[in-house]
Every structure is written in structure tokens, then in C-alpha cells.
């Protein structure tokens, strides 16, 4: 089944215990994105690969890495979380290697409390 | 800061209904996506419009861009209860260096009653 799966979907961690959300796509999209999700703030995107080995920052970088070694994964990692990286993150990937000329599939999101 | 906003924030009709959603945009666009979600899940694609088009129906979305007016709006015909969700419209920016960006916007929440 062609989907975009994210681990862990829920985690309660503590702040400065750096932490990975995995993000993984089989559908071969050259495209991948991250988001945070917050109440009245809608969608906001963190980083972006338009291929492997191509990352760039959206609108909310500060606070986030990632990498894009191989095509299909594209790991989101905090090395020091802080209670405002509170959030509902959502994995999406798209076809090619633009976000605007195609739909984008999402993963299931992750709810991460940072305490 | 927000590319796309919808309007209203909240909406809530009954069963045979139509819904209709707006969107507004900043800057001129390639193309304008709608999307749902249902509370808590992933976003689920409707239906992307280009910047040349002008209404484009899927089922019983229909969806309108008028880039003078930077504006789009999606309409649902004979609304069901299982539509129930948050939608949310999604802009690029026709700019080239910002190919991968993709801004959305807090969404409209519809509730819609049996």
C-alpha cells in the first residue's frame, strides 16, 4: 500500500533529550516535507527536500534538523526539544521535486510533548 | 507568515446542504490546492487548480480561483454528515526560488449535522 508512515505517533518527552521522529515513504516521491501543527496557526512548514541530499528551511526552522540521504526517508530531528516544540508534526511527501505542481500525501502525524 | 487564509473559521449546516469555503492569498500563485482533514489525522488531497484555470469540480467539490481578486473558494454540494472536517487551502508563491514551499492556511472547521 502506498503510504507515508511516521514513528513514534505519540511520544511525552523532556526538554533537551534530543529526539528523532522517522518519516518514511514508499511511493519513490523525490519530494518530502515537514510541518507543525498548532491550534489557530494552521500548517506551518519546517524543512523541505526537493531530492536527496537537498534540504531547505520553510517557516519555522529554529529548533529542527533533518537529512535526506536516501530517497525515501527524511528524518526530523530535535537535538534539544523545548516546551514550545509542543506540537503535531505531519510528514508529506509529493511526486517531483517541486511542492506546487502536485498533491502531497501525508503520514499519519506524530503528537510530541515536550515537558 | 500566512500565505493562504480561509474564511469562516467555522461552519455549521445541515445535511443537504451546501458548504462553501473561501480562501484568500497574498502574493500571485502557480497553484492552489484544497485539502481535509479529518480531527486529528493526516491531510488528505481534494483538488488542485492552476493559476490559468478557473473552476474545476471533482464529485461534488467545485472549486473557483479568481487570481485578480486573489481569491478561491471550494463549494460542497449536498453536504453529508462524513464530511464533517477541517479544510484547509495551500498556495505556493510564484517566485522561483521558492519552488518547495507550501503555505496554509488555519482552515475552516465544518460541522456538518445529521
Known amino acids: 500500500e502506498a503510504q507515508v508512515t511516521q514513528n513514534p505517533r505519540y511520544l511525552i518527552t523532556v526538554t533537551g533529550k534530543k529526539l528523532t521522529v522517522t518519516c518514511s515513504q514508499n511511493m519513490n516521491h523525490e519530494y518530502m516535507s515537514w510541518y507543525r501543527q498548532d491550534p489557530g496557526l494552521g500548517l506551518r512548514q519546517i524543512y523541505y527536500?526537493?531530492?536527496?541530499?537537498?534540504?531547505d528551511k520553510g517557516d519555522v526552522p529554529e529548533g529542527y534538523k533533518v537529512s535526506r540521504k536516501e530517497k525515501r526517508n527524511f528524518p526530523l530531528i530535535l537535538e534539544s526539544p523545548s516546551p514550545n516544540q509542543t506540537s503535531l508534526y505531519f510528514c508529506a511527501s509529493s511526486p517531483i521535486g517541486t511542492a506546487t505542481y502536485n498533491e502531497q500525501f501525508f503520514g499519519p502525524g506524530t503528537r510530541l510533548t515536550v515537558l | 507568515s500566512q500565505q493562504g487564509e480561509e474564511d469562516p473559521q467555522a461552519l455549521s449546516i445541515q445535511e443537504g446542504e451546501n458548504a462553501t469555503m473561501n480562501c484568500s492569498y497574498k502574493t500571485s500563485i502557480n497553484n492552489l490546492q484544497w485539502y481535509r482533514q479529518n480531527s486529528g489525522r493526516g491531510l488528505v488531497h481534494l483538488i488542485l487548480?492552476?493559476?490559468?484555470?478557473r473552476e474545476k469540480h471533482s464529485g461534488r467539490l467545485r472549486v473557483t480561483l479568481d487570481t485578480s481578486k486573489k481569491s478561491s473558494s471550494l463549494l460542497i454540494t449536498a453536504s453529508r454528515a462524513a464530511d464533517t472536517a477541517s479544510y484547509f487551502c495551500?498556495?505556493?508563491?510564484?517566485?522561483?526560488?521558492?519552488?518547495?514551499?507550501?503555505?496554509f492556511g488555519r482552515g475552516t472547521q465544518l460541522t456538518v449535522w445529521p
Open positions: 527536500s526537493m531530492n536527496v541530499e537537498v534540504t
Open positions: 487548480i492552476r493559476s490559468n484555470e
Open positions: 495551500a498556495t505556493d508563491a510564484n517566485r522561483g526560488s521558492t519552488l518547495g514551499r507550501l503555505y
